[in-house]
């Protein structure tokens, strides 16, 4: 029992530095000896000290025969920071109880491996769906490598978002505005469609709260942002613009000359939302925030890329079938495609109600709600060919439904091949006939249907 009070403290003091650590995880550490807490510490910023080390140097001498609690599978490998494991096993710890592995491929385990081989006693597991909640963000990033991205609006309780004259300043109360500058204060990057830009001329930056303001990115397939709008003029943070190759040259040079990065997505007329996603991971972008409107609300849907949803949900009624809703676009023909959330929560926030869930993925867990975020992190990434980063419910599921493992990892090895374009579709889809087939009907869900609609498969 007391082992979850001294986890619950590691998450606790792990979350002090919400927001700060990008790329890197929220990790947080307790050192307990005769039942009581000598030492603690927490990953600050990313290139400074990892947890452990903040608690091993307060715990000093005393650490010798102490119990070690972090959220997070201390680390084995040569970062921007020495591995911890090295310091732990250094400093005379008896026991390591940890909460979850590391999904970093760099660790993956090895962290474990040495230090049982150390002779340390190690527990995994405890309180293993808070510290996935914990690091939603770091999850997705690293196996993933995507932005986790979270798409926010205010609407009144009739699902509008401005009144047919076009105002929309403010449906929500102060409490959701400010909620919503803390949420800005948290993701690296906040996210909006240049259609915003010309109707609000915004400066997405973080004031009703103190934070630091996120990297603004603005998706303008014509490059239509006017060289005097805020995103443009005001430099108190980046600006990057997602466009195409339809973007006028003398435009482009205008904008690079004002300092803002120009990313180009994809052959098509629309920016290519999954490459824009990639490219910003590359940039080491772990977290976005969408902010409007509409229409790119319901693209970012409908490519599948955004994680979480909040929905501030004002005591108002707008009225109006011509007045603004938070998802435009064409939106889906069929009620099975809609998107789903799940974890979905609701709570009062001043005269607002703000509710919050997850897009529900392909695969889910039926055991737990949580591990689905490892499950759909890890589904068809290489990882599951090494079991690495897949929870144990999801094992449980598929040693379940195929008996076997290897079944579906091989389905996963191929298809990884199939992206790679190392082998065509229709090999992909005569090696694993079979398997496809039960799979479909093993998970009628939006996002399998997707893929198999990709994969041209029945
Ligand atoms: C952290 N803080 O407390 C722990 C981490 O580049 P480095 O050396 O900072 O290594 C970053 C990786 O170390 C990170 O991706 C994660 O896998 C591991 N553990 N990271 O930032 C910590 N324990
Ligand atoms: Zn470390």
Same mark, same amino acid.
């Given at each position: 029992?007391?082992?979850?009070?001294?986890?619950?403290?590691?998450? *606790?003091?792990?979350?002090?530095?919400? =927001?700060?650590?990008?790329?890197?995880?929220? @990790?947080?550490?307790?050192?307990?000896?005769?039942?009581?807490?000598?030492?603690? %510490?927490?990953?600050?910023?990313?290139?400074?000290?990892?947890?452990?080390? &903040?608690?091993?140097?307060? #715990?000093?001498?005393?650490?010798? %025969?102490?119990?070690?609690?972090?959220?997070?599978?201390? /680390?084995? &490998?040569?970062?921007?920071?020495? !591995?911890? @494991?090295?310091?732990?096993?250094?400093?005379?710890?008896?026991?390591?109880?940890?909460?979850?592995?590391? !999904?970093?491929?760099?660790?993956?385990?090895?962290?474990?491996?040495?230090?049982?081989? #150390?002779?340390?006693?190690?527990?995994?597991?405890?309180?293993?769906?808070?510290?996935?909640?914990?690091?939603?963000?770091?999850?997705?990033?690293?196996?993933?490598?995507? !932005?986790?991205?979270?798409?926010?609006?205010?609407?009144?309780?009739?699902?509008?978002?401005?009144?047919?004259?076009?105002?929309?300043?403010?449906?929500?109360?102060?409490?959701? *505005?400010?909620?919503? &500058?803390?949420?800005?204060?948290?993701?690296?990057?906040?996210?909006?469609?240049?259609?915003?830009?010309?109707?609000?001329?915004?400066?997405?930056?973080?004031?009703?709260?103190?934070?630091?303001?996120?990297?603004?990115?603005?998706?303008?397939?014509?490059?239509?942002?006017?060289?005097?709008?805020?995103?443009?003029?005001?430099?108190?943070?980046?600006?990057?613009?997602?466009?195409?190759?339809?973007?006028?040259? +003398?435009?482009?040079?205008?904008?690079?000359?004002?300092?803002?990065?120009?990313?180009?997505?994809?052959?098509?007329?629309?920016?290519?939302?999954?490459?824009?996603?990639?490219?910003?991971?590359?940039?080491?972008?772990?977290?976005?925030?969408?902010?409007? $409107? $509409?229409?790119? &609300?319901?693209?970012?849907?409908?490519?599948?890329?955004?994680?979480?949803?909040?929905?501030?949900?004002? !005591?108002?009624?707008?009225? =109006?079938?011509?007045?603004?809703?938070?998802?435009? $676009?064409? =939106?889906?023909?069929?009620?099975?495609?809609?998107?789903?959330?799940?974890?979905?929560?609701? +709570?009062?926030?001043?005269?607002?109600?703000?509710?919050? %869930?997850?897009?529900?993925?392909?695969?889910?867990?039926?055991?737990?709600?949580?591990? /689905?975020?490892?499950?759909?992190?890890?589904?068809?990434?290489?990882?599951?060919?090494? %079991?690495?980063?897949? /929870?144990?419910?999801?094992?449980?599921?598929? /040693?379940?439904?195929?008996?076997?493992?290897?079944?579906?990892?091989?389905?996963?090895?191929?298809?990884?091949?199939?992206?790679?374009?190392?082998?065509?579709?229709?090999?992909?889809?005569?090696?694993?006939?079979? @398997?496809?087939?039960?799979?479909?009907?093993?998970?009628?869900?939006?996002?399998?249907?997707?893929?198999?609609?990709?994969?041209?498969?029945?």
């Amino acid at each position: 029992m007391n082992d979850e009070i001294f986890m619950r403290e590691a998450l *606790r003091i792990a979350k002090n530095a919400e =927001g700060r650590t990008s790329p890197n995880p929220l @990790v947080g550490a307790v050192i307990v000896k005769d039942e009581k807490i000598i030492a603690e %510490g927490w990953h600050r910023q990313a290139g400074t000290p990892h947890a452990e080390i &903040h608690a091993l140097n307060m #715990a000093g001498e005393l650490a010798k %025969g102490a119990t070690l609690y972090v959220t997070l599978e201390p /680390c084995s &490998h040569f970062g921007r920071t020495p !591995p911890c @494991v090295n310091k732990i096993i250094e400093s005379g710890i008896k026991k390591v109880v940890a909460a979850m592995k590391d !999904p970093n491929p760099k660790v993956a385990g090895r962290g474990f491996e040495i230090l049982k081989n #150390a002779g340390i006693e190690v527990e995994i597991g405890l309180l293993e769906a808070e510290s996935c909640k914990l690091n939603e963000v770091f999850l997705k990033f690293i196996t993933k490598k995507l !932005p986790f991205v979270t798409l926010k609006f205010a609407s009144s309780l009739d699902g509008k978002i401005a009144t047919f004259s076009g105002e929309s300043q403010w449906i929500s109360c102060e409490e959701s *505005r400010k909620f919503t &500058h803390h949420l800005r204060d948290i993701n690296d990057a906040i996210l909006v469609g240049v259609g915003t830009v010309l109707a609000d001329n915004p400066s997405l930056t973080t004031r009703l709260v103190e934070g630091k303001n996120p990297i603004r990115v603005i998706v303008d397939s014509n490059l239509r942002t006017p060289l005097d709008s805020k995103v443009v003029t005001d430099k108190s943070a980046k600006t990057i613009i997602a466009t195409t190759k339809n973007a006028p040259n +003398e435009k482009i040079s205008e904008l690079k000359a004002r300092d803002i990065e120009i990313l180009t997505c994809g052959k098509e007329k629309q920016v290519d939302l999954r490459i824009l996603m990639e490219k910003l991971a590359e940039r080491e972008i772990t977290s976005i925030l969408i902010e409007g $409107g $509409g229409k790119i &609300h319901f693209s970012m849907l409908k490519s599948g890329l955004v994680d979480k949803i909040y929905a501030f949900i004002a !005591p108002k009624i707008i009225g =109006g079938a011509n007045s603004l809703t938070p998802v435009e $676009g064409i =939106g889906f023909e069929k009620l099975s495609e809609a998107i789903t959330l799940e974890n979905f929560n609701s +709570e009062r926030i001043g005269e607002d109600f703000l509710l919050s %869930g997850y897009v529900k993925e392909d695969f889910p867990c039926d055991k737990c709600g949580l591990c /689905c975020k490892n499950i759909r992190f890890s589904t068809l990434s290489a990882d599951l060919d090494r %079991g690495d980063g897949v /929870c144990k419910h999801l094992k449980n599921n598929l /040693c379940e439904i195929y008996s076997q493992r290897p079944i579906f990892c091989n389905v996963n090895a191929y298809y990884e091949k199939f992206l790679a374009k190392t082998i065509s579709r229709e090999e992909f889809y005569k090696q694993n006939l079979e @398997v496809c087939q039960r799979l479909k009907k093993l998970t009628a869900s939006r996002k399998s249907d997707i893929l198999f609609a990709k994969l041209g498969a029945e």
